[in-house]
T-cell receptor, first 115, second 112 residues
Framework: GAVVSQHPSRVICKSGTSVKIECRSL??????MFWYRQFPKQSLMLMAT?????????EQGVEKDKFLINHASLTLSTLTVTSAHPEDSSFYIC???????????FGQGTRLTVV | GNSVTQMEGPVTLSEEAFLTINCTYT??????LFWYVQYPGEGLQLLLK?????DKGSNKGFEATYRKETTSFHLEKGSVQVSDSAVYFC???????????FGSGTQLTVLP
């Protein structure tokens, strides 16, 4: 199957700083990318959907100014957690699809710890 | 809204044991149902899927049948291997939408 690479896999940052997470589709053009967040022992929760070249669509309750998503090309989407706080510590995972009704391919996930 | 309820783990089995991981869902309309697997250090991979009632998805010895009457999609394997140790996620998409709603995941450990 297609490969989606997410980087970094783990990051520890100080409270108040910003962290950028990258999601790349390595061998296909991802027209749509999804960002999920997972709390311990809970489901993956969809945060936002991004289409290349347009603004991301955020799910209810997700602060768009807190979680900045950029999908500038067909192979790269980034999630920036701005002014991170300990409550932002979580597992973040992206997925990418090539078109409508096609399989979603997932990155490896990023474990963010804010201290 | 849509939701997926998945059997809590962790589940520990001996090699060659029978595996069942329960999954039930709530959704409007006719969702597609999926099982994803996440091996240590890797991303989620699609294991199998079913798109309509009574469909059976199967892959690598795993099976799951889309049961509309019980709103279930239980994952089964007749004889697990150590290499099956991973986290398993049940998920759905409503209609043609591609956003996935996930269960909480079940950690499976298979001992030799």
């Amino acid at each position: 199957g297609a490969v989606v690479s997410q980087h970094p896999s783990r990051v520890i940052c100080k409270s108040g700083t910003s962290v950028k997470i990258e999601c790349r589709s390595l061998d296909f053009q991802a027209t749509t990318m999804f960002w999920y967040r997972q709390f311990p022992k809970q489901s993956l929760m969809l945060m936002a959907t991004s289409n290349e070249g347009s603004k991301a669509t955020y799910e209810q309750g997700v602060e768009k100014d807190k979680f900045l998503i950029n999908h500038a090309s067909l192979t790269l989407s980034t999630l920036t957690v701005t002014s991170a706080h300990p409550e932002d510590s979580s597992f973040y995972i992206c997925s990418a699809t090539q078109g409508r009704n096609t399989e979603a391919f997932f990155g490896q996930g990023t474990r963010l710890t804010v201290v | 809204g849509n939701s997926v309820t998945q059997m809590e783990g962790p589940v520990t089995l001996s090699e060659e044991a029978f595996l069942t991981i329960n999954c039930t869902y709530t959704a409007t309309g006719y969702p597609s149902l999926f099982w994803y697997v996440q091996y240590p250090g890797e991303g989620l991979q699609l294991l199998l899927k079913a798109t309509k009632a009574d469909d059976k998805g199967s892959n690598k010895g795993f099976e799951a049948t889309y049961r509309k009457e019980t709103t279930s999609f239980h994952l089964e394997k007749g004889s697990v291997q150590v290499s099956d140790s991973a986290v398993y996620f049940c998920a759905l998409t409503p209609g043609s939408a591609r956003q996935l709603t996930f269960g909480s995941g079940t950690q499976l450990t298979v001992l030799p």
